[in-house]
Nanobody, 116 residues
């Protein structure tokens, strides 16, 4: 069974940091490009960051550039997103996504709330 399980979300004050994790199972993680995508209340999906299969290439949305770092550990089938200097506009459910050709998997999401 394919599973993507996000964790690490929570309530944080503006300017704070969080490290999200995405644990994968049921497929060959190292063959999949990975992404973080978020959905703010009442809004659509918003791409945050992506990382290629070997971790050698990373990409960031302008809104997160300079404030976040995406990484992966293929030996542990896990992807991470370190987020710093969080802002209220970062409040959203954060989803991890795995993609390889026609195969596309999603996790259930983890809530990030940035509020004082």
């Amino acid at each position: 069974e394919v599973q993507l399980v996000e964790s690490g979300g929570g309530l944080v004050q503006p300017g704070g940091s969080l490290r999200l994790s995405c644990a994968a199972s049921g497929f060959t993680f190292s063959n999949y490009d990975m992404r973080w995508v978020r959905q703010a209340p009442g809004k659509g999906l918003d791409w945050v960051s992506a990382i290629k299969t070997d971790g050698g290439s990373t990409y960031y949305a302008d809104s997160m550039k300079g404030r976040s770092t995406i990484s992966r550990d293929n030996a542990k089938n896990t992807m991470f997103l370190q987020m710093n200097d969080l802002k209220p506009d970062d409040t959203a459910v954060y989803y991890c996504n795995a993609n390889s050709g026609p195969y596309n998997y999603w996790g259930q999401g983890t809530q990030v709330t940035v509020s004082s």
